[in-house]
Nanobody
């Protein structure tokens, strides 16, 4: 599996935007499906958006139309552009990788190897 260092989180007002970055270390980045997950206080990790090696994407219903995932294979990095943020988006955001899953399968799957994550707080 790849290792990630998530960044780009912060405090933002409702309606605001953030772009999260997830550079990866490891080999064969291009071949992995990469996903963004989040964990709100007292809740389990939730798949937010995932992107396959062929750049097929999946979004959870809660973020569809507001978030965009994209990857730059030259930089071994996946990004999550988050617009129209609301307080329900407050969570720690993490990246994960999967060698064989489709984007949808990854986002509804369960993973347990998490990095430090990046905190996103949406509040006025």
């Amino acid at each position: 599996q790849l290792q990630f260092v998530e960044s780009g989180g912060g405090l933002v007002q409702p309606g605001g935007s953030l772009r999260l970055s997830c550079p990866a270390s490891g080999f064969l980045f291009d071949y992995y499906t990469i996903g963004w997950f989040r964990q709100a206080p007292g809740q389990e990790h939730e798949g937010v958006s995932c992107i396959s090696s062929s750049k097929n994407t999946y979004y959870s219903d809660s973020v569809k139309g507001r978030f965009t995932i994209f990857r730059d294979n030259e930089k071994n990095t996946v990004y999550l552009q988050m617009n129209s943020l609301n307080p329900e988006d407050t969570a720690v955001y993490y990246c994960a990788s999967d060698w064989s899953a489709t984007a949808q399968a990854m986002c509804v799957g369960r993973y347990d190897d998490w990095g430090q994550g990046t905190q996103v707080t949406v509040s006025s």
